[in-house]
């Protein structure tokens, strides 16, 4: 291989994953989320025997669960949508609605609470969420949502745990 080739291959091999960052932030996301809070250091099969298999399956193996599936879709108390596994608040229940697909959905998350990455699982670009605390899969975030934000926080019910306002919430597990 000639020099010249060489380098524009090597240039072109540095570039794409800044242009597809660039892409990913503008044209899927346009959400991103700034956590706030310190993660965990703890790994992800650590988890095992503190949550459902079912639960483990999407929050640390990607695993979407089918759509209609979680009881959450039927929640319409006020509260709080906790992380499955560590217990972190991540939704508030005045910004859930129907989103008509089966999936718990949100308007907003907490803010600072969500993590936000690329996913390129489909051949289309998706943004996909995680616990900013235990580093859990929460789901995806489109930007077909309602106004004023326009966002659509798809969410797995398996991977939240609803704790009604007149509760206490449960103390952060580690
Ligand atoms: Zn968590």
Not at 130 to 154: I, L, N, S
Request: charged share 20%; net charge neutral; glycine share 8%.
């Amino acid at each position: 291989m000639k020099r010249r080739t060489f380098l524009q291959g090597a240039a072109v091999v540095t570039a794409l994953p800044v242009i597809s960052f660039y892409w990913a932030q503008k044209n899927v996301a346009g959400v991103v989320e700034q956590t706030t809070v310190e993660r965990l250091s703890k790994p992800h099969h650590a988890w095992q025997g503190q949550i459902s298999k079912e639960a483990f399956s999407v929050l640390f193996e990607e695993q979407t669960e089918p759509p209609g599936s979680s009881p959450l879709n039927h929640e319409h108390r006020d509260g709080l949508y906790i992380c499955a596994a560590c217990y972190l608040p991540l939704f508030e229940s005045q910004y859930k609605y129907e989103s008509g697909t089966g999936w718990p959905s949100f308007t907003q998350p907490i803010a600072g609470h969500i993590d936000t990455k690329p996913d390129y699982q489909l051949i289309i670009l998706r943004t996909e969420y995680h616990c900013a605390r235990c580093g859990g899969h929460q789901g995806h975030v489109f930007k077909d949502g309602p106004k004023p934000r326009g966002e659509r926080w798809c969410n797995n019910g398996l991977a939240l745990k609803f704790i009604v306002h007149s509760d206490e919430l449960p103390p952060l597990r580690s």
